[in-house]
């Protein structure tokens, strides 16, 4: 009964916790000014010209629409204008907070709550009228929905996991790697696996034809975009680890010149070693942690990373980095907090671990609260 008590409470304040955010976030949606990413997608979906507004990286498709949306109501205050993003965030939240609520210790709960959302740079994009907030919503429901579907063995949720990383890819087209590799790891589990049988099977040509044809359409947006203004093709990076893990660091510390570039290199190898040792052992050692998500997310993010480096190495496609990072973001709470709890099995050892990360990041976080300043 005690235990039962225990749960409940904790429960509750990691709840409160989670829609606390929320509660910053939408205060932030209100009070901070109009930025000027914003205001260049206001401004085409104000004075819409299909050109321009399909020719910059910046039109993010769904927060396009809504932005449209208000213009076509006359709700044109900056607040207004971002209604979808903070819709996003709430689901966002949410499913990050389901995630947070199935691990049985406080430490592992703490742990994964500083990793997840003590982090001012995501606050930043859960606040602003950008894609970065709804990709980050349609990535959590489609992880969180394959993640049921295996545990409940639920076809239809599998398949509405699909459907979502699909919408991920098409809210921002940097999510591409993520609706790629999730495409390849849902295909071995539901369809490969069957060998030759799989063509006898009506469901694997709609699930293939949708694959296609989002591909298709974000690849075709993304030729548009280079032949017309090559307005993404210089935003990058040449080193994997300076660039996704570097620009990760950077972020995360939120203010330029904290610490030297030198240092946040250091940091940057140390995080990249660590996120690849957290990774190898999530796939490799599975059978022994038995956490069927620490491995999902292993998975996913190694075939995320291999494909950076092979758009890289085979097509020039510069790594990404800072914003373009916030894909990875989610996956990286997962993978390292599943091998913490995995590997750290005595309480007193994973609580002093927990909780020395939760301080420094609640201060960090703390220190960098503000309404007016992204």
Not at 104 to 132: C, E, M, Q, T
Not at 180 to 197: D, N, P, T
Not at 288 to 297: E, P, V
Request: hydrophobic share 55%.
């Amino acid at each position: 009964m005690q235990n039962i008590k225990t749960r409940f409470i904790t429960h509750t304040v990691f709840f409160f916790l989670v829609y606390a955010v929320m509660f910053y976030v939408v205060i932030r949606a209100v009070s901070m000014v109009i930025t000027h990413d914003e205001a260049y997608s206001f401004y085409n979906a104000k004075y819409f010209w299909w050109v321009e507004t399909l020719c910059t990286g910046n039109t993010h498709w769904f927060n396009f629409l809504a932005m449209k949306t208000c213009v076509l109501f006359g709700l044109e205050k900056t607040s207004q204008l971002r209604w979808f993003t903070l819709l996003s965030s709430g689901v966002f939240l949410t499913t990050v907070y389901f995630w947070i609520k199935n691990f049985k210790d406080i430490p592992s709960k703490v742990l994964a709550f500083s990793f997840a959302l003590l982090n001012p740079f995501l606050i930043d994009y859960l606040s602003l009228a950008r894609g970065y907030s709804t990709a980050l919503m349609f990535e959590g429901l489609s992880i969180t929905c394959y993640y049921l579907a295996l545990k409940n063995n639920k076809r239809n949720l599998s398949m509405l996991s699909l459907f979502f990383a699909g919408m991920a890819a098409i809210a921002n087209f940097n999510f591409f790697y993520f609706f790629v590799a999730f495409s390849i790891i849902y295909f071995y589990q539901y369809h490969f696996k069957k060998g030759l049988a799989v063509f006898k099977d009506k469901l694997f040509y709609v699930e293939f034809i949708y694959v296609v044809g989002i591909s298709a359409l974000v690849i075709k947006a993304l030729r548009f975009i280079t032949i017309c203004s090559n307005d993404i093709g210089a935003y990058g990076g040449n080193d994997i680890v300076s660039s996704v893990f570097g620009g990760y660091v950077q972020t995360l510390l939120y203010q330029e010149g904290l610490i030297s570039s030198n240092t946040v290199q250091v940091i940057a190898y140390v995080i990249c070693l660590l996120v690849i040792v957290s990774v190898v052992f999530g796939i490799l050692f599975s059978k022994k942690h038995k956490c069927t998500w620490y491995k999902f997310a292993s998975t996913l993010l190694l075939l995320m990373l291999a494909l950076t480096v092979f758009n890289k190495w085979f097509l020039g496609v510069l790594y990404p980095t800072h914003r373009t990072v916030l894909m990875f973001y989610p996956l990286i709470a997962m993978v390292l907090v599943g091998f913490v709890n995995a590997v750290i099995t005595k309480h007193k050892i994973k609580a002093i671990i927990s909780y020395s990360v939760g301080v420094c990041f609640t201060i960090h976080f703390l220190m960098n609260v503000s309404l007016h300043y992204c």
